[in-house]
């Protein structure tokens, strides 16, 4: 096949080369989550605590299944290797500082619950680890293998339920999440996700579903010219 002619042409004509930097977790944006769990009863670490995790992700369709790379010195991390579930609490732009709270302070000195004036709650299919009501959507995480890899253990789960505020379902039941105002957390910031840029393969869909998708561009108004004398140029 041939190349397309752009292809055959040094990069270095088009853009500066790039700078290496040491290699790190630069994947940027990534979720940032609010993660409840709660240790076995008589354990010692029995009572609702929250973990704030940018290291979260999907890692499968079928079965649903991602995953939270947690420090083994966190206590939520003993927590979650007891119980093995966890429940991962979208954020949005209300839950926003209690989840930069929640991210420096442990469950060993406070209860985070309490601190942020959160309400914990019964997960579906969770025996232990409880939701954030105020949390606009819920993943109930069953874990199936915990992966050492180094500073972090990976927890790999399973979702076993997914439950949603009712105010981001439309008149026909439909998910709208672009409705809940979630945050994005990138080098060490978070974002709100800002204006709709496309869609899932919007750079082939027809322009009967672009036009019903995608808003229409805001036209710029041209500034209304003052009354009185014009100046020519
Ligand atoms: C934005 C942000 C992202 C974080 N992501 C992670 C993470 O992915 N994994 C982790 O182990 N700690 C992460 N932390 C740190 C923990 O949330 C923090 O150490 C917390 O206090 C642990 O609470 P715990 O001791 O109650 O478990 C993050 C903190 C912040 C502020």
Known sequence: MDQHPDLNTPQSQFFSPKVELNPSTLLAPVPVVLVSCCGLPGEGCDQANLITVAWAGTVNSEPPMVSVS???????????????????????????????????????????????????????????????????????????????LGSHDLFLARVAAVEVNPSLLDADNRLRLDKAGLVAYAHGNYYSLGKLLGFFGYSVARPQVLAKRMPPAKKKTAPKAKKGKSRST
């Open 70 to 148: 947690i420090r083994p010195s966190r206590y939520s991390h003993t927590q979650i290797s007891q119980s093995r579930e966890f429940v991962i609490n979208l954020v949005d732009e209300k839950l926003l500082q209690a989840t930069d709270f929640c991210g420096v302070k442990s469950g060993r000195d406070l209860d985070k619950f309490s601190a942020c004036k959160l309400s914990a709650v019964k997960a579906s299919q969770m025996n232990h680890a409880p939701a954030v009501a105020q949390s606009p959507l819920t993943l109930s995480c069953q874990v199936e293998q915990i992966l050492p």
